[in-house]
């Protein structure tokens, strides 16, 4: 069996983390969440996998290489685009795209899986891609049941877990049900025939539409964990949700005494440090050599390797990029986002969603959402 993983995308809604890496390799719990994923797919019988790719390319294959949990990796490369001014970009090529772009590398032989990069979920690929099998359809699409079903695709459902109707991004009261595409598919390979050549299209857009009114179209409800990790609160959910199921939390050579105060669940990296009563907890995750000071409370935060966090900080609610320093006394509230190198001088506030970019100085508090570029 062969899956495509969509990895291409921008990130834009993890900006300004995803300034700087791709969203597929931001750590859930210390881990890329692309292990997460081609871990779960190897589990499943997966053999090969292509990594569809565009922005970050180099650095996801530098860090995959060719073999993973003991599958294939395969590269599907978005075509550059020559550019007006006289230099080529790459065209992302929306979600169908780059499902017609690695045609050659999935074949036509078999069924095959394709999932966005940034889902996190305990679904079993097998039975999903047994039930596509028994359907008789060119495309069945994972569905997940949420409350606001007005941020996805969602789907009307007939007997035999038929789709009838896909709407793409409804209001409320247009949904036609609390399903929701998943972002997971079985597809046989008739898809590439509903796909245009080298041109950007929305698989949700303009082919499911196209398969439902054929009665090519079916669904595959499940229960199991499914968080979309594209937006900075759900990337922090999914952070607390593997927290709580970690056994091992602490490092065999911790690096703090019995004056600091822990409350789970929390995770700490190898070669991280707590000054004396400090209050880590509860779901926190600090990553690979991170310093924290004397008398520093993180609460609901992930902090990423190599950050500097001084004495006397608070941060509730928050991501910190990879070697930001947070200097003494800086209290860093709920939804702020540090990006990687930044540098948050002595005494200062950020609150309300302040988002600061990499390697950006700041030296005053800033107390309404803003992005500090």
Not at 40 to 62: F, H, P, Q, R
Request: charged residues 25%.
């Amino acid at each position: 069996m062969k899956a495509l993983i969509l990895a291409g995308g921008f990130g834009t809604r993890l900006r300004p983390l995803s300034c700087t890496r791709p969203k597929i390799l931001f750590p859930i719990t210390n881990k890329p969440l692309l292990d997460l994923t081609l871990k779960k797919l190897s589990i499943n019988g997966v053999k090969e996998v292509i990594l569809a790719v565009n922005y970050g390319a180099e650095t996801l294959m530098s860090y995959c290489g060719n073999v993973r949990y003991g599958m294939k990796i395969f590269y599907s490369k978005d075509t550059a685009q020559p550019h007006s001014l006289g230099f080529s970009s790459y065209r992302p090529l929306g979600t169908g795209g780059p499902i017609k772009k690695a045609e050659k590398l999935l074949g036509r032989d078999e069924d095959f899986l394709v999932l966005n990069g940034d889902i996190l979920t305990n679904l079993d690929y097998s039975a999903l891609m047994q039930k596509h099998r028994e359907s008789g359809g060119i495309a069945t699409i994972a569905l997940s049941r949420v409350e606001d079903p007005s941020r996805y695709g969602v789907v009307e459902l007939k007997e035999n877990m038929r789709i009838i109707r896909f709407v793409e991004k409804p209001s409320r009261d247009e949904a036609p049900s609390s399903l929701i595409n998943a972002g997971i598919y079985a597809l046989s390979p008739e898809i590439f025939d509903y796909i245009p050549e080298t041109k950007p299209c929305s698989i949700e857009r303009e082919v499911f539409p196209k398969l439902a009114a054929k009665n090519l179209l079916f669904g595959y409800p499940f229960q199991d964990l499914w968080i979309d990790v594209g937006k900075k609160e759900d990337y922090l959910k999914a952070n607390v949700f593997f927290l709580k199921s970690l056994k091992k939390q602490f490092p065999e050579n911790r690096r703090f005494n019995a004056d600091v105060r822990i409350i789970e669940p929390v995770l700490i990296g190898e070669n991280t440090s707590i000054g004396k009563d400090s209050a880590i907890g509860p779901s926190v995750v600090l990553g690979e050599n991170v310093q924290i000071g004397i008398k520093v409370s993180i609460q609901n935060s992930v902090v990423f390797p190599g950050a500097v966090i001084s004495d006397f900080a608070f941060i509730k609610g928050a991501v910190i990029g990879e070697n930001a320093f947070i200097g003494k006394h800086v209290k860093i509230d709920e939804n702020c986002v540090i990006g990687d190198g930044a540098v948050i001088k002595d005494h200062l506030t950020l609150t309300n969603h302040v988002t600061v970019c990499p390697f950006k100085t700041v030296s005053e508090s800033v107390f309404e959402a803003r992005c500090l570029m």
